[in-house]
């Protein structure tokens, strides 16, 4: 079992900067694939950023050339840079780990608030 939990989330004004944070936790787990991904209400969950174990990261669409994403192999953390936040950004934001092995395996976090405020 893994467990996920964001930070970094909140309030911000348009055009400003957040860093999300996620750390997996648990016994005996191998991360392939780690991402963000983000449910505004009345929408349904959509990708935001992932990246391989390789490093090869993809982006959403809406958030190209503003959000990074990074992570720490060490420390099984991964990160989202978000600048040039813009209202329609606000949402609920979840990190998601895929795992090495068969079945492929997803956990998700929480979720963290971010909202971007005019």
């Known amino acids: 079992q893994v467990q996920l939990v964001e930070s970094g989330g909140g309030l911000v004004q348009a055009g400003g900067s957040l860093r999300l944070s996620c750390e997996a936790s648990?016994?005996?787990?191998?991360?392939?694939?780690m991402g963000w991904y983000r449910q505004a209400p009345g929408k349904q969950r959509e990708l935001v950023a992932g990246i391989t174990d390789g490093g090869t990261t993809n982006y959403g669409d809406s958030v190209k050339g503003r959000f990074t994403i990074s992570r720490n192999y060490a420390k099984n953390m991964w990160f989202l840079q978000m600048t040039s936040l813009k209202l329609e950004d606000t949402a609920v934001y979840y990190c998601?780990?895929?795992?090495?092995?068969?079945?492929?395996?997803?956990?998700w976090g929480r979720g963290t608030q971010v909202t971007v405020s005019s």
């Open positions: 648990g016994s005996r787990f191998s991360i392939k694939n």
């Open positions: 998601n780990a895929g795992l090495y092995g068969v079945p492929y395996r997803e956990y």
